[in-house]
């Protein structure tokens, strides 16, 4: 079937460190991929997406490229805030359809 | 303008009742969306509406879940008999016609 799998966590890192959150995924044909972020208190949140193979996904200094190859989309930053701990989803939806798929969401705690 | 809103925030219910969660999307979304989100996963996908009719009601569960949307704005979600394996965090999300879609804060359901 359908589906999507994050890194576990949680991941722990100080600020201004690299990020890097795995996402691969199975799916028949050719899906849009999403980096979904949920904030302390807030409701879900779209970060990026992409909706063709090699397209790259970009916000608030997030990036992640569609590799059809590998079948992922990791998210990626070069440089970490505080404000940036939240829990990250990584989710898909296929092509024709409405629904998202999640993964499991990645908790991501910056220590100053 | 106004997002997403969901009530009630919290909801503890004995084992056996029935339950109503509401959803009230953004003024002029077609779209409306229920997913089921346990702790430490991902959302689960219930139940997509376009307009007042359900198009695709394949993450139900089993009969004791129903929606419905009969204004083609405002969604109720209902659960009869309910079990504690239905406690979760219930989000509603709208969107246009596929485009992005902007959660809730979700509703926080207890069955002790």
Same mark, same amino acid.
Request: aromatic share 8%; hydrophobic share 30%; with cysteine.
């Given at each position: 079937g359908n589906s999507v799998?994050?890194? =576990?966590?949680? &991941?722990?890192?100080? =600020? +201004? %460190? *690299?990020?890097?959150i795995n996402c691969t995924y199975t799916a028949t044909g050719y899906p849009s991929l999403f980096w979904y972020v949920q904030y302390p208190g807030e409701g879900l949140q779209l970060l990026l997406k992409a909706t063709k193979a090699d397209d790259k996904g970009s916000?608030?200094?997030f990036e992640a490229?569609?590799?059809? +190859?590998?079948?992922? *989309?990791?998210l990626e930053k070069g440089s &970490? /805030? &505080?404000?940036?701990? %939240? &829990?990250? *989803? #990584?989710?898909?939806?296929? /092509?024709? %359809? /409405?629904?998202l798929v999640f993964g499991q969401g990645t908790r991501l705690t910056i220590n100053p | 303008g106004a997002g997403v809103s969901q009530t009630p925030s919290n909801k503890v219910t004995e084992k056996g009742k029935y339950v109503e969660l509401? #959803?009230?999307?953004?003024?002029g979304h077609t779209a409306l969306y229920w997913y089921r989100q346990s702790l430490g996963q991902g959302p689960e996908f219930l139940i997509y509406f376009q307009g007042t009719g359900a198009a695709d009601d394949s993450g139900l569960p089993n009969d004791r879940f129903f929606a419905v949307r009969? +204004?083609?704005s405002v969604s109720t979600l209902k659960i009869q008999r309910t079990e504690r394996g239905d406690s979760a965090v219930y989000l509603c999300a709208s969107s246009l016609q596929g485009h992005e879609q902007y959660f809730g804060p979700g509703t926080r359901l207890t069955v002790t």
């Open positions: 799998t994050q890194m =576990e966590g949680p &991941v722990t890192l100080s =600020e +201004e %460190a *690299f990020l890097t916000n608030k200094g490229t569609y590799r059809k +190859e590998t079948t992922s *989309f990791h &970490v /805030q &505080v404000s940036d701990s %939240a &829990v990250y *989803f #990584c989710a898909l939806r296929l /092509q024709g %359809a /409405q629904k | 509401r #959803c009230d999307p953004i003024s009969p +204004e083609g």
